[in-house]
T-cell receptor, first 112, second 113 residues
């Protein structure tokens, strides 16, 4: 079962522009994470935001979390061609396991 | 450098054949996971293990089997009962704290001959 749904499915922008992608989920969560996947490679963890946090920054990344709307957004500022990848949100809903549920992903293309 | 190694990178399966995908980690992580990724889709959990000699089914365990005899190793067998095995398989590990970040290998692409 996939809890996270990302929007848009695909996004194409020019270098230097900002990219925003959104994630919605269905049930209460412990934390929400964002991952990047380059074509044909594994996922790389980018950032984790806990359910009691509203905003978090890491370099050019800014993540927000709205638990009332069950949604999160990832903003990549001043994008570069190297940011071209698929981006996935993943939710952890606590309990006795370490399981994550991944969304369907946003494919970001940054044109040089 | 610590990390997760998956092998082989590409694997071909004949009809009726079982194949085993290798996953080894030297991160000293307790928990390990196997995911399946189909084109243009997210990851679906096949099996996971939180500790040596213990593992649980994920969302799509039918046609797959695993073992966890060592902390470092979590091999996945795709059995002949899995009728649609063509996919990209990803192994991951985590420290074991609840829902913490997962570290991924670079995957094995399995195809049918």
């Amino acid at each position: 079962s996939q809890q996270g749904e990302e929007d848009p499915q695909a996004l194409s922008i020019q270098e230097g522009e900002n990219a925003t992608m959104n994630c919605s989920y269905k049930t209460s969560i412990n934390n929400l994470q964002w991952y990047r996947q380059n074509s044909g490679r594994g996922l790389v963890h980018l950032i984790l935001i806990r359910s009691n946090e509203r905003e978090k920054h890491s370099g050019r990344l800014r993540v927000t979390l709205d638990t009332s709307k069950k949604s999160s957004s990832l903003l990549i500022t001043a994008s570069r061609a190297a940011d071209t990848a698929s981006y996935f949100c993943a939710t952890a809903y606590g309990g006795a396991t370490n399981k994550l549920i991944f969304g369907t992903g946003t494919l970001l293309a940054v044109q040089p | 450098d610590g990390g997760i190694t998956q092998s082989p990178k590409y694997l071909f399966r004949k009809e009726g054949q079982n194949v085993t995908l290798s996953c080894e980690q030297n991160l000293n992580h307790d928990a390990m996971y196997w995911y399946r990724q189909d084109p243009g889709q997210g990851l679906r959990l096949i099996y996971y293990s939180q500790i040596v000699n213990d593992f649980q089914k994920g969302d799509i365990a039918e046609g797959y089997s695993v073992s966890r005899e060592k902390k470092e190793s979590f091999p996945l067998t795709v059995t002949s009962a899995q009728k649609n095995p063509t996919a990209f398989y990803l192994c991951a590990s985590s420290i074991g704290s609840q829902g913490g970040p997962q570290h991924f290998g670079d995957g094995t692409r399995l195809s049918i001959l």
